[in-house]
């Protein structure tokens, strides 16, 4: 079967089963830190895959992958015990990233980023939020990234769209103009 169709089907069952725990929003905070251990750590994808490896062991690695040290969410715990023994932990990626996009759905949540050169105050944040939401209707999660090379401005991202308005972006535009004017 189509891993992706196999994902969408385990995350819609976490996500039920969250809901029933009322666990949906730490759950989400945990498929979040997952996915992003996949990012930052190559090495965990391979060992979830060995086959040598006893199923309580997957369990552990993917605990800790989640939550480091804390304690485990019960929603999270269970689902990774059903998954293991299931053999699905192929597909334990997939369908982290694929509870985020429900998740986000049935909150009407859009992810943005906010890149700036400095630190930003607090009001400019909610009112970038502001901005974002009257535009899709949703409600926004930002992660704000400081980016020393844009050198002033900022750069919006939010869904598929791109709004850049940094120094860095306004020079490049200008030596553009001017080396097809010297044309």
Do not use: W
Not at 54 to 69: F, Y
Not at 82 to 97: E, H, P, S, T, W
Not at 109 to 129: C, D, F, N, W, Y
């Amino acid at each position: 079967m189509d891993i992706g169709v196999v994902s969408m089907r385990y995350a819609k069952a976490l996500l039920q089963f969250a809901k029933i725990n009322k666990e949906e929003d730490l759950v989400y905070a945990e498929m979040q830190k997952l996915a992003q251990s996949y990012i930052s750590v190559s090495q965990l994808r391979t060992a979830l895959l060995c086959p040598t490896l006893a199923a309580d062991k997957k369990h552990k690695i993917l605990s800790v992958a989640t939550s480091g040290d804390e304690p485990l969410s019960t929603s999270s715990d269970r689902f990774y015990e059903l998954v293991v023994k299931q053999q699905r932990v192929d597909c334990m990626q997939f369908i982290a990233n694929s509870y985020i996009t429900l998740y986000r759905e049935e909150k009407n949540l859009t992810q943005g980023r906010l890149i700036t050169a400095h630190p930003i105050s607090e009001k400019t944040v909610m009112r970038m939020k502001m901005l974002v939401n009257k535009l899709t209707h949703k409600d926004v999660d930002f992660d704000i990234v400081l980016d020393k090379s844009i050198q002033a401005g900022f750069i919006l991202e939010y869904g598929t769209y791109r709004m850049d308005a940094s120094l860095k972006n306004q020079l490049m535009q200008m030596r553009r103009k001017l080396s097809t004017a010297a044309c």
